[in-house]
């Protein structure tokens, strides 16, 4: 609007200006000058109770009228109310707290089960058809009505290891991270927690892995490391995700020893969210700690229940191979897609069970794939 106002004021002093000057060209009329003065001082007075009447019923629409430039309306930013969970699962910590997991509800209308195929020496298997693959929940043999191996948008969650531990493999670690989403696709999405006494988000879920390059440089290792609660938080973070698929990557050196959250509490949870957990372990040769020496099994145990994987280096230089594999085989897997035959929403674990009619002359073949489900209770 400001082409439309040049060279003019616009204000209310100006509509005041101009009123007064229309009026008091000669505050009094010729025909009145011979009127006795007393008279003559009560029309000035009359007069300037006119003006006084004018100049704010001029001043006020005007000065309401304020340019539309000026103006910036701000919505005011509310949190969206979260979905309450369905049931918690509760339990006591070490420390004798309240622990909750909360229950991710499944939709069994249709159970998608991600499936990855190796062969002897840990390579992807490809090209499989639909009638390769039996599907079984409990003993019951299931229809598969959906398979795909196509390479779908991922939402990606990293859960990385900064306890003090980590301080001579944390370079390595990173530049593995950086590798890791070197595979991924422009439409994936992915967000990083990092963990030490406790998990911080560090990123929230992001197309860009410069953000999350920029955000892991200022990872340092120090403390204690608290695995178990930062699983708990990538899981829950799922909630929030874009796409069908997901998956998180746990790149840590060691067990857990600084945790609110108990192994029996983790592993339900990840049994009943339906994300693929991948772990990278960096063991010494010479742990001496006991979480330290149980450390491969906690994580090689958490993430077969998710139809992941877990895999174990002892040279930090094998972590962006690794990490690289991991990227590579979440774009190469097989989705199965089926209605159970038999629907008790009874909250009890369905058990899935995936089998292989491999073509002939291939080697024995590796199936990883989630374990089941729970059905919904209600």
């Given at each position: 609007m400001a082409h439309l106002l040049e060279g003019?004021?616009?204000?209310?002093?100006?509509?005041?200006?101009?009123?007064?000057?229309?009026?008091?060209?000669?505050?009094?009329?010729?025909?009145?000058?011979?009127?006795?003065?007393?008279l003559r001082h009560m029309l000035h007075l009359q007069q300037w109770l006119i003006l006084a009447v004018l100049a704010i019923s001029v001043a006020l629409p005007a000065s309401a009228q304020t340019d539309?430039?000026?103006?910036?309306?701000?919505?005011?930013?509310?949190?969206?109310?979260?979905?309450?969970?369905?049931?918690?699962?509760?339990?006591?910590?070490?420390d004798g707290m309240s622990a909750h997991v909360r229950a991710l509800k499944v939709d069994v209308d249709l159970v998608l089960v991600p499936v990855?195929?190796?062969?002897?020496l840990n390579r992807l298997v490809t090209g499989l058809e639909k009638d390769n693959f039996q599907l079984y929940e409990g003993n019951s043999a299931q229809q598969i009505r959906s398979f795909s191996s196509e390479d779908a948008p991922v939402s990606l969650g990293v859960i990385f290891d900064s306890s003090g531990s980590m301080s001579s493999k944390m370079d390595r670690a990173k530049d593995a991270v950086i590798e890791f989403f070197k595979t991924a696709n422009p439409q994936d999405e992915f967000f990083m927690v990092t963990f030490s006494d406790e998990p911080e988000e560090i990123t929230d879920f992001t197309t860009s892995v410069d953000d999350i390059q920029n955000r892991l440089v200022f990872a340092i290792p120090r403390h204690r490391t608290a695995l178990l609660d930062a699983i708990y938080m990538g899981v829950s973070k799922m909630r929030q995700a874009k796409y069908a698929k997901k998956a998180l990557l746990i790149i840590s050196d060691g067990g857990d020893n600084h945790s609110r959250y108990t192994e029996h509490e983790i592993k339900s949870l990840v049994k009943e969210a339906d994300v693929m957990v991948y772990a990278i372990g960096i063991y010494d040769h010479y742990a001496s700690a006991p979480e330290e020496r149980l450390g491969p099994q906690l994580l090689s145990?958490?993430?077969?229940?998710?139809?992941?994987?877990?895999?174990?280096?002892?040279?930090?230089?094998?972590l962006g191979d690794v990490a690289t594999k991991i990227g590579v085989e979440l774009r190469n897997q097989y989705v199965l897609g089926y209605r159970p035959s038999k629907v008790v929403r009874d909250g009890k674990w369905r058990k899935i069970k995936v089998k292989l009619l491999p073509p002939k002359g291939l080697p024995p073949l590796k199936v990883y794939a989630r374990t089941g489900y729970y059905a919904p209770a209600e």
């Open positions: 003019r004021s616009s204000g209310p002093e100006a509509l005041v200006r101009n009123v007064h000057s229309a009026l008091l060209l000669d505050p009094i009329p010729v025909s009145l000058r011979k009127i006795p003065g007393i539309v430039n000026d103006i910036h309306v701000r919505t005011p930013e509310v949190d969206k109310p979260k979905d309450a969970p369905k049931a918690d699962l509760v339990g006591k910590t070490t990855t195929i190796t062969d002897p145990e958490i993430t077969e229940l998710t139809g992941g994987r877990a895999f174990t280096i002892d040279n930090p230089n094998d």
